[in-house]
T-cell receptor, first 114, second 117 residues
């Protein structure tokens, strides 16, 4: 079953604007990652934020994590046409003697209009 | 470094057949994970192999199996294919995989798109 739920499901903005997408999850996590997928191809890792971190930056990306609300947000500033893709949050928990792999949300489809 | 490669890229099979997909991880990576992506269920974790051992398994029937070789290359097999197995199958490699709080970046291959008719 899906752990994360991204919101919105789809987002269309003009080039140059900022894009914000949110992710909520259900259980305790060790960390949360954001991935990008272009047109049904492989996923590209964007950023990882650990459960004891609140905010992280990478280039035009800013990720926040609120473990009390079990939510994260991804902000892409000064969007470009090349940012058009689906964005997924993925969480890792810890169960018993092992790990659960990455648990993905259903993704936000971002369209950047030129 | 060469990225994660998956073969074949596209595959069409008939219900009841079996299929084997291959994944070559980035050199030096010992963990390979497999994921299934469908429009309805999204991305779902199948299993992870580390040093030739299956370390974790998702909630999939026994028709889905895998293995990892000493060079870290991995294969997954689906027996008795069903229409619902049509999906994009992604593999991801990483240095240590997902284990407790020792999480590191996963590098995904382009995927194998399997169509079952």
């Amino acid at each position: 079953s899906q752990q994360g739920e991204e919101d919105p499901q789809a987002l269309s903005i003009q080039e140059g604007e900022n894009a914000t997408m949110n992710c909520s999850y259900k259980t305790s996590i060790n960390n949360l990652q954001w991935y990008r997928q272009n047109s049904g191809r492989g996923l590209v890792h964007l950023i990882l934020i650990r459960s004891n971190e609140r905010e992280k930056h990478s280039g035009r990306l800013r990720v926040t994590l609120d473990t009390s609300k079990k939510s994260s947000s991804l902000l892409i500033t000064a969007s470009r046409a090349a940012d058009t893709a689906s964005y997924f949050c993925a969480t890792t928990g810890y169960s018993g003697g092992g790990a659960d792999g990455l648990t993905f949300g259903k993704g936000t489809h971002l369209i950047i209009q030129p | 470094k060469a990225g994660v490669t998956q073969t074949p890229r596209y595959l069409i099979k008939t219900r009841g057949q079996q299929v084997t997909l291959s994944c070559s991880p980035i050199s030096g990576h010992r963990s390979v994970s497999w994921y299934q992506q469908t429009p309805g269920q999204g991305l779902q974790f199948l299993f992870e192999y580390f040093s030739e051992t299956q370390r974790n398994k998702g909630n999939f029937p026994g028709r889905f199996s895998g293995r990892q070789f000493s060079n870290s290359r991995s294969e997954m097999n689906v027996s008795t294919l069903e229409l619902g197995d049509s999906a994009l199958y992604l593999c991801a490699s990483s240095l240590f995989g997902v284990w407790g709080d020792r999480v590191n970046e996963q590098y995904f291959g382009p995927g194998t798109r399997l169509t079952v008719t």
